[in-house]
């Protein structure tokens, strides 16, 4: 029983191409999350969703969206995929999340190439 | 905004020994958690610990808000153990910032 999943694990793709990435927590959870991890392992928070509202935008082009069809799921879609797009992006999840952050749990990652 | 830096940066340990692992931050936070990213790339959920002690088995931490640092203890350590050990905090301004640190890359040979 995975509690957060991402799929696929693995993409690689050329640049400019249009690519989403799909979550789903079983958890029951409120609140969802992206975060992109670089080369140099720095984690860094990109959106937040709470029962499917935007919560949270950092500063990211906006070639990525996010789109929550229900709280349980959370996608990101890439536009024009560029070359330092290339890292491993987690989904997470957490039961509240509206007044700040609360135990987060993370899924298995998504290592993106881009060539 | 507020700087989240762990110590020590790398650390390797025999298989058996002890270890703490610190995080200090720059201001007041409303909540800290520690992951452990595994050699795969697995993000852990260790503890979820804005004040007080808690422990898990081999694994301990201490966050002392007022001073603005927490500890992750690690005892009779393992090679399981190895990987990337991660502290995140959110800032008490209420821009829903959450933060990582730099990390601690831990290494038990056997």
């Known amino acids: 029983d995975t509690a957060v999943s991402q799929t696929p694990k693995y993409l690689v793709t050329q640049m400019g191409n249009d690519k989403s990435i799909k979550c789903e927590q079983n958890l029951g959870h409120d609140t969802m999350y992206w975060y992109k991890q670089d080369s140099k392992k720095f984690l860094k928070i990109m959106f937040s969703y709470n029962n499917k509202e935007l919560i949270i935008n950092e500063t990211v082009p906006n070639r990525f969206s996010p789109k929550s069809p229900d709280k349980a799921h959370l996608n990101l879609h890439i536009n024009s995929l560029e070359l330092g797009d290339s890292a491993v992006y987690f989904c997470?999840?957490?039961?509240?999340?509206?007044?700040?952050?609360?135990?987060?749990?993370f899924g298995p990652g998504t290592r993106l190439t881009v060539l | 905004g507020i700087q989240v830096e762990q110590s020590p940066p790398d650390l390797i340990l025999q298989e058996g020994a002890n270890s703490t692992l610190r995080c200090n931050f720059s201001d007041s936070v409303n909540n800290l958690q520690w992951f452990h990213q595994n050699p795969w790339g697995q993000l852990i959920n260790l503890f979820y610990?804005?004040?007080g002690t808690k422990q898990n088995g081999r694994l301990s931490a201490t966050t002392v808000a007022t001073e603005r640092y927490s500890l992750l203890y690690i005892s009779s350590s393992q090679t399981t153990d190895s990987g990337v050990y991660f502290c995140a905090v959110e800032e008490t301004s209420g821009t829903y910032k959450y933060i990582f640190g730099t990390g601690t890359r831990l290494k038990v040979l056997a």
């Open positions: 610990i804005p004040s």
């Open positions: 997470a999840s957490s039961q509240y999340g509206t007044g700040g952050f609360d135990e987060q749990f």
